[in-house]
């Protein structure tokens, strides 16, 4: 396994990182955790709200069980809360504002993951103006409960997620320097992090990278790819990903929500490969994607969008029904628009335009309009 040091902190960290938003249950979530650590997988990114049932049913308590006798000072782990104004959810870490608040996500976690501190706690999903003003501003706000925290000892480095632009991304790296480490959405088919990682770099910020497979898009074989990488010839599409990622020294881990132990040692395995794309290879990578999909936009299945349409339409699954279908072009959609149709339970006709689920996207997908192209496929069929 590649190590690499988070900026300036000192902490070091496996080059692959374990996103913990995807185990499909604890059974689940103890194995992979437990497999990854012994292929020297040593950093994880964990979520109060991913799989949220109740206090003790969720992936921080799932991480605090798979992690039970195993050497705390060899893993790196982060934990997170997101800052919103409104009403808050503090049993999931979510819509905070307050210093009181603050406290109560970090005791919370602690108490959930069963460790005395964490390397890592970052604001989660930073994403806009107002979740930095409900993050930092003011004597009461959640920034200064985690400087107390950092000063006790309890969380020993502050960061942040973001689907932002690099230059909200820079703007709040350059207002408060004590965030030494962000994740950021990441790969080679969206890239509009690229300013604030080479800010980061220049900085000593560390960088994590989510979204390092698309939400598992980025998979399979692809003739595109042999002919701009000949190099790489019969590589899988994922295994030049990652080679991707890794080869910008800016990122010091790429996060993988892996819930099969095949797909964890495969991942494992190109993580401990120290060859490299160099800097030419990646960009022919780049164009030979641009080419591929026509520049489109992908939807990474985060689900951001569940329980958000007013109709009840599942937008996840129809999103990842067009792009195979329209974007890809692979026989695969046509398959899933036939069965759409056989069924006739899910009719995307129905969609109104009114933009909720746009607003939940983190990538402001065109929903409403690919929305109607299926429904139109489904009327040809």
């Known amino acids: 396994m590649q190590y690499r040091v988070v900026g300036d902190t000192g902490v070091k960290v496996s080059a692959l990182g374990i996103g913990t938003m995807r185990f499909k249950g604890r059974e689940n979530a103890v194995e992979m955790i437990r497999h990854a650590v012994g292929l020297g997988l040593t950093y994880l990114d964990c979520g109060a709200a991913y799989a949220f049932k109740s206090h003790d049913e969720n992936a921080e308590a799932w991480v605090g069980e798979a992690i039970k006798g195993l050497d705390r000072s060899k893993l790196v782990i982060s934990a997170k809360a997101q800052p919103r104004k409104g009403e808050a959810r503090v049993d999931r870490n979510l819509g905070i504002h307050t210093r009181d608040q603050m406290w109560k996500c970090i005791e919370q976690s602690l108490e959930r993951v069963g460790v005395d501190y964490f390397d890592f706690y970052q604001f989660w999903d930073m994403s806009a103006p107002d979740h930095f003003a409900a ?30 632009t690099s230059e909200q991304i820079i703007n709040w790296l350059s207002s408060v320097k004590d965030f030494r480490f962000i994740t950021v959405y990441y790969n080679f088919t969206n890239r509009q992090a690229d300013e604030a990682i080479n800010y980061a770099a220049e900085h000593n910020v560390g960088v994590a990278t989510m979204g390092s497979l698309y939400g598992g898009i980025l998979t399979g074989h692809s003739d595109a790819f042999d002919e701009a990488l000949p190099e790489l010839r019969g590589k899988p599409t994922h295994e030049i990903a990652f080679r991707f990622l890794f080869a910008n020294p800016g990122i010091s881990t790429a996060l993988s929500g892996m819930n099969e132990i095949a797909h964890l040692e495969e991942n494992a395995a190109i993580a401990s490969d120290d060859s490299l794309l160099t800097p030419g290879e990646c960009e022919r990578f780049v164009r030979a994607f641009m080419d591929f999909s026509n520049g489109e936009a992908l939807c990474s299945g985060c689900r951001y969008c569940d329980n958000v349409c007013p109709f009840e339409l599942p937008i996840a699954k129809l999103m990842g029904t067009y792009q195979l279908s ?4 692979l026989p695969a959609g046509e398959k899933q ?16 335009a009114c933009g909720k689920c746009t607003e939940a996207c983190p990538q402001n997908l065109p929903i409403a309009r690919r929305m109607e192209r299926l429904a139109e496929l489904l009327q040809e069929a």
């Open 135 to 164: 993050a930092c501003r003011g004597k009461d706000s959640p920034l200064a409960a985690l400087r107390e925290a950092k000063e006790q000892g309890i969380v020993r480095h502050l960061g942040f997620t973001s689907h932002g």
């Open 326 to 329: 329209q974007i890809f072009g």
């Open 337 to 352: 628009i036939e069965d759409l149709r056989a069924k006739g339970q899910i009719d995307p006709s129905k969609c109104e």
